[in-house]
């Protein structure tokens, strides 16, 4: 903290969130609970899928103490990750707002914050620290940490520091800590959380042990990983007046024509060219010496230029069709399922994809509206409901009729949405509810109705499966009378008669790919 004269003075950045820790999701034991097992779970899941290993998840509360407050808990997640370099572990774990994700590449954290919030939230609330641990990959050795954070100073504080051998080899990172939690309050939404985790990477093992000894597993159900993100460079679309004079700060000595083409993508000489001739700026100027009206004009032409290409998406990692489906068989078991991913999309200069699944029918729940599950760079997004942009596409006036797809709630019915960027226009730092931007609102309007059609021509076909069913058990109870008919009028045997008849039924049936009917036909009668 820094105090100048008139009183006014300055806090780290972890002191704010000491103050503020709602903000970050953790108003309350029951909900920091929840907090704290989610944002371990996703650090272990960036830690294998961005560096190609099948995830091996192991997370775990135990009770320690009833307190008034509820209960100080140990929570234990464990990862096959590729392990954190030890010089990093400190200031990965104990210092906020300092992250290897402050690059433009897609991740499921996007503030810095996550294990360091849970960790800050345990320190206030038991004062215990926290121990991680750490098997880098390739490494000999083990190393062990016990860490606290410097709340004024927003540094860690290393308690002890250890170092044994990897005798077996294994890689990865444990983290362990004591916080104040609720888990009777808890329960219903971590569980949840586990299990739609378990729906969107069906290419993770998860076990997961609850503080009354419960355990649960999810098996990998697919090995396919989803694409891996790629770092990117900005898009003039996306750019700002901030960021470009970082840009120009960082290439201070080079010509600004040039700065252009290294530090954007999608711009070439020619398109750098055409651009600083639109803002008046001579292209040979060094960046350094532009006065802040040029850099005001660059930008707002960047930002306004429509010769250039939309922003690439490699630097997205989508689900992809078949992991979408892999997951939601895995635990739902539907009769259908079905999954699309669109085309990217832009806003603001950000790429963007949307994905939809859906699940019918089999041991999908039978609900009076349909049970939404969704997503934001594969994080499952359980509280806010009512504020997110997937709810007032399903929900307005105008919205998705679900009756012309066939659907008559209560339904067996699952809808999964999943929404990827660099930059999810979140409507708080808690990160649960996806803002109805209209160029996400569109996409994801569109991915819906997409998977419903889908489900619309099974529904159909089912329903003219049936009525093919029970025109045909009509018919084959005249079989019987119509054998002895033939037999009177040809002489034929009316058991023959009977079976050609029912073994022609069975025909048209299979032509709908329909199962042949068990027989209806009275032998008794022709005898």
């Known amino acids: 903290m820094a105090v100048v004269e008139g009183g006014f003075r300055s806090i780290s950045p972890a002191e704010f969130f000491y103050k503020n820790k709602e903000i970050a999701g953790f108003s309350n034991p029951a909900r920091a609970l929840y907090q704290t097992v989610r944002e371990l779970v996703e650090n272990s899941l960036d830690a294998t899928e961005n560096y190609g290993i099948l995830p091996r998840i ?25 392990g954190i370099p030890p010089k990093y572990v400190p200031r990965a774990f104990a210092q906020l707002l300092f992250s290897s994700k402050y690059v433009l590449k897609q991740s499921r954290g996007m503030f810095g914050l996550g ?60 983290v362990r800590l004591v916080t104040l939690g609720d888990w009777i309050r808890s329960k219903q939404r971590i569980y949840e959380y586990v299990k739609r985790t378990a729906i969107v990477a069906p290419y993770a093992e998860i076990l997961f042990r609850d503080p009354e000894g419960n355990c649960i597993l999810f098996e990998r ?35 600004i024509a040039e700065v252009l083409v290294k530090s954007f993508q999608s711009v070439g000489p020619v398109t750098a060219q055409r651009i600083l001739e639109e803002a008046r700026v001579d292209p040979e100027k060094i960046s350094g010496e532009l006065s802040e009206q040029e850099v005001e004009s660059l930008v707002r032409v960047m930002r306004s230029y429509r010769d250039v290409k939309p922003p690439r998406a490699d630097h997205l990692s989508y689900l992809g069709e078949e992991i979408i489906v892999s997951g939601l068989k895995k635990v739902f078991d539907p009769e259908f399922v ?162 050609k008849l029912l073994e022609a039924l069975n025909s048209k049936l299979r032509s709908f790919k329909i199962a042949d009917l068990d027989s209806v036909v009275n032998w008794d009668e022709h005898r």
């Open 58 to 82: 192991k997370a775990s509360i135990r009770e320690l103490e009833v307190v008034p407050e509820g209960a100080y808990y140990e929570v234990t997640v464990e990862d096959n990750g590729v």
């Open 115 to 174: 294990a360091k919030m849970a960790l800050l939230y345990a320190q206030i609330t038991t004062g215990q620290p926290a121990e991680v641990i750490v098997a880098p990959r390739g490494s000999k050795h083990v190393y062990g940490f016990r860490l606290k954070i410097d709340i004024g100073e927003n540094k860690p504080v290393i308690l002890s520091f250890s170092t044994t051998s990897n005798i077996s080899g294994a890689h990865g990172t444990i």
């Open 221 to 255: 159900s697919i090995d396919k990983l989803p694409p891996p993100a790629r770092e990117t460079l900005p898009h003039p679309h996306g750019v700002d007046i901030e960021t470009m004079k970082g840009v120009l700060k960082s290439l201070a000595d080079k010509p």
């Open 338 to 499: 079905s999954a699309v991913t669109r085309r990217p999309s832009v806003y603001e200069g950000h790429a963007f994809i949307v994905e939809a699944g859906v699940a019918y029918g089999g041991r999908v729940p039978v609900v009076e509206k349909p049970l939404v599950l969704r997503y934001a760079n594969k994080i499952p997004l359980l509280y806010d409901e009512g504020s997110d942009v997937v709810f007032k596409v399903i929900n307005e006036k105008k919205g998705i009729d679900f009756k012309v797809y066939g659907i008559e709630f209560p339904a067996p019915l699952v809808i999964l949405t999943h929404i990827c960027s660099t930059k999810i226009p979140y409507r708080g730092v808690g990160k649960e509810a996806v803002a109805d931007v209209p160029e996400i609102e569109e996409e994801v309007e569109a991915a819906l109705r997409e998977v419903l059609r889908e489900l619309r021509s099974y529904i159909l076909k089912k329903r003219r499966e049936l009525e093919e069913v029970e025109k045909a058990v009509e018919i084959a109870k005249y079989i019987p009378e119509v054998a002895r008919s033939l037999s009177k009028i040809y002489g034929v045997n009316p058991r023959e008669a009977s079976a």
